[in-house]
């Protein structure tokens, strides 16, 4: 029996079917270059060059990809200044912000258990 993810109403998400639009924003969130860039800009608009700073061993192929897909989803802002050399800021939108603290929570939650994980395995 389809979902209604499935079924193109999405009036309740199921983000365990397998169709549901839920899975790609999941897919972006969870990854660790979105949830570090989001991170990053809690402190405000930064430039690309400062984001790479701070997202030590990140490419910048990588993350200028990563910041396409946040951009395209609404999770960040790209602003151009018109200025030589080409000044471009990267800002958290709304919705960015809304998702910053669980990412934050998540983020400390990993950095208090890494021995336990590390103890575990």
Known sequence: MPTRCETDQHDHHDV?????PCRDVLDLLANKWSA?????????P???????R???GV???VLTHTLRRLE??????RTI???????VEYALTALGKSVAEPLAQLRTWVETHLDDVH???
């Open 16 to 20: 365990y079917s397998a169709l549901c």
């Open 36 to 44: 570090l860039a989001i991170g990053a800009l809690e402190d405000g």
């Open 46 to 52: 930064q430039r690309f060059g400062a984001l790479q």
């Open 54 to 56: 701070r997202l030590q």
């Open 59 to 61: 490419s910048p192929k």
């Open 72 to 77: 395209d989803r609404g999770f960040i802002d």
């Open 81 to 87: 200044y018109p200025a030589v050399p080409l000044h």
């Open 119 to 121: 103890a575990a395995t």
